[in-house]
């Protein structure tokens, strides 16, 4: 990409009052405009980076063969088809198993966890298919990442969070020091955010991504009560129950929806007497719409 992660990464570390100097920046990209472009961004900024000696293809031409990172994030594209997998049937990187030729997302996925370090961490964003799909291969290889213990936890996110596409997509986090062994954190927070567009939504840094991160580290230090309808703890053993597949909401259920304190008969008089007045008002737009087609000629 055009180096956004990388900048905002900066800005995290800096608030933290971290050291910037104690770190080293590796990223990659194929497109050479994009790839100008985040060179450029980088150094406006003030932050060193090696983006490969080129413009490059990650899985056919990775510009960081050695590299074992303790951290990695990204936002591959979208179930990439024609990714080049007849050609790369044999390569390392495919530890979980070969990914299918007709989507990249577990190829992206396994590229990552080979430059991981011994205790590195990936942020992942994946459209939400990649939670459940069995096609090709796909399943097995979520099967053989889940049961070596890499998937720390998963965030399905809200729909039109991208001013590109409206496709809903989920957070990964791997992690090959998991502080919970044998256990993943769920999270639904499909619900979260507000509209700025008709288009757009965005997260609130409050109400919800801080809730989002407290839940996480309470998780990480063994502290968190599972909250229906948002988040929940789960063992690798029960995640096997449900055939591996890692959608949210398939754990933390539906939220317990408040008593209003409306008596149940009560209510369903008030509703059914509703509805009826819903189906008179039908019936009479109905025939006012059969007497105006009537007045032009047209007749039901």
């Given amino acids: 990409g055009s180096g956004g992660m990388f900048v905002q990464s900066a800005k995290f570390i800096s608030s933290h ?38 413009y490059a293809d990650t899985f056919f031409d990775d510009q960081h063969p050695s590299l074992k990172a303790d951290y990695i994030m990204a936002n591959p594209p979208f179930n990439l088809s024609d990714w080049g997998q007849p050609a790369l049937t ?46 090709g291969t796909e399943g097995d290889i979520r099967k053989a990442i889940i049961e070596a213990d890499l998937v720390e936890g998963i965030i399905a996110l809200p729909n039109q969070l991208f001013y590109s596409t409206g496709i809903p997509v989920s957070l990964w ?23 700025v567009s008709r288009k757009v939504r965005e997260l609130r840094p409050v109400e919800d991504i801080a809730k989002i991160a407290d839940t996480f580290h309470a998780f990480q230090n063994g502290t968190l009560a599972d909250e229906k309808g948002f988040c929940a703890v789960v063992t690798t053993e029960d995640i096997a129950k449900q055939d591996y597949i890692l959608t949210p909401g398939r754990f933390v259920g539906i939220a317990d929806q408040e008593d209003d ?9 008030r509703l059914t007497t509703e509805l009826s007045d819903l189906f008179k008002k039908g019936h009479e737009l109905e025939d006012e719409i059969v007497k105006q087609l009537a007045t032009i000629g047209y007749k039901i």
């Fill in 90 to 135: 044999g390569d390392v990187r495919w530890q979980y198993g070969v990914p299918p030729s007709g989507n990249a997302n577990f190829a992206w996925m396994q590229h990552m966890i080979h430059h991981l370090s011994p205790k590195g961490k990936i942020g992942l964003v994946l459209a939400n298919g990649a939670l459940s799909s069995q096609s």
């Fill in 261 to 269: 304190g409306e008596p149940f008969e009560e209510k369903m008089n």
């Fill in 173 to 195: 986090f791997l992690s090959r020091e998991k502080k919970q062994p044998g256990k993943t954190l769920f999270i639904d927070a499909r619900s979260m955010g507000e509209m």
């Fill in 17 to 54: 009052q971290r050291d910037l100097s104690r770190i080293s920046i590796y990223g990659q990209e194929a497109n050479p405009s994009t790839w100008k472009m985040a060179h450029m961004n980088i150094a406006i900024r003030g932050l060193e980076a090696n983006l490969g000696k080129s």
